[in-house]
Structures are given as structure tokens and as C-alpha cells.
């Protein structure tokens, strides 16, 4: 995310929590509720952000998490592609090997 991005979505949620508290007037609300009504829509909003952002951090499923991925085994295929029959041949004995010794 850039630094614009985010200063974007500062301004998003603050223009959100002040939509959120003139709307909250004009439901019938006076100004003290409101303000409390909009602040607390404000936070359990942003807890219920961070929660996901655990569960997302935590399950490796980060944008830079999917993308590291992807390019490790795009990298270890062209690796594969690249190898001679021969090489590919003497690399899975040395796997076979190595998995007979283990056992």
C-alpha cells in the first residue's frame, strides 16, 4: 500500500464517522447520542477490521504472503523446465536414495 493509499483511507473513515453522525441526527438522534452512536459504529467497525486482519496475518493469507508463493513456484517450475533429461534422472535417484537411507 502506498502512503497516499493510506492517507486516502484516513480521510474515508473520517468523512465516513462524520456522514455517520449528521445521518444519525437526521434519523432523530440528538447530537450527544449521535456522537456516541457514530464513535462506537466507528471502533467496532475497526475491531472487526483488525480481527479479520488477524486471521488473515496469521492464516498466511497476505497479499505478500500469496504473491511469495506464486513467484517460488513459478521459479522452481522453470528451474524443473530447465533441467536435461540426465540431470532430471540423477536428481530423482538422489531422492530415492536419500529416502531409503531415512527409513
Known sequence: MR???AIGIGIGIFVAGGLGYLGLQLVGLD???AGI???ILLVAGLVGWLVTY???AGG???TYHQQRQEYEQAFFQKRLDEL???ELAKIQAEIEQEE???V
Open 3 to 5: 502512503r497516499i493509499d
Open 100 to 102: 531409503q537411507t531415512q
Open 84 to 86: 536435461t533429461p540426465a
Open 60 to 62: 498466511k493469507k497476505m
Open 37 to 39: 452512536w457514530s464513535q
Open 54 to 56: 488477524a486471521f488473515r
Open 31 to 33: 447530537a450527544t447520542k
